[in-house]
Nanobody, 122 residues
Framework: QLVESGGGLVQAGGSLRLSCAAS????????MAWFQQPPGKEREFVAS????????YYAESVKGRFTISRDNAKNTVYLQMNSLKSEDTAVYYC?????????????????WGQGTQVLVSS
């Protein structure tokens, strides 16, 4: 089970930190990722991180602004979002990879969280 938190309303240029807490003992062997689904649009990839945290991959639209990280001791993956723009408004979902030790890119999702809403006001 994946549970996201940390979403909310923020002004453009501001920051938010999303968290995704995973249950189960196998979190540390899965690549994890964040996706976003803007209003009326398809869900799209944002960032991924390898099982040990050594490798990350980002969508071009968030490079230099967002940082994905994980704490395997806490079974949690994070998304630090800085310099937020109105176009970052979306529901953000975390996902596990579909198999242990999967690649950061391409990333194939396995399980999804329920999502957390981020609203960036301009």
């Amino acid at each position: 089970q994946l549970v996201e938190s940390g979403g909310g309303l923020v002004q453009a240029g501001g920051s938010l930190r999303l968290s995704c807490a995973a249950s189960g003992r196998t979190f540390s062997i899965y690549t994890m990722a964040w996706f976003q689904q803007p209003p009326g649009k398809e869900r799209e990839f944002v960032a991924s991180i390898s099982s040990n945290g050594a490798t990350t991959y980002y969508a071009e639209s968030v490079k230099g602004r967002f940082t994905i990280s994980r704490d395997n001791a806490k079974n949690t993956v994070y998304l630090q979002m800085n310099s937020l723009k109105s176009e970052d408004t979306a529901v953000y979902y975390c996902a596990t990879g579909h198999r242990p030790f999967g690649t950061t890119w391409p990333f194939t999702p396995g399980y999804w969280g329920q999502g957390t809403q981020v609203l960036v006001s301009s």
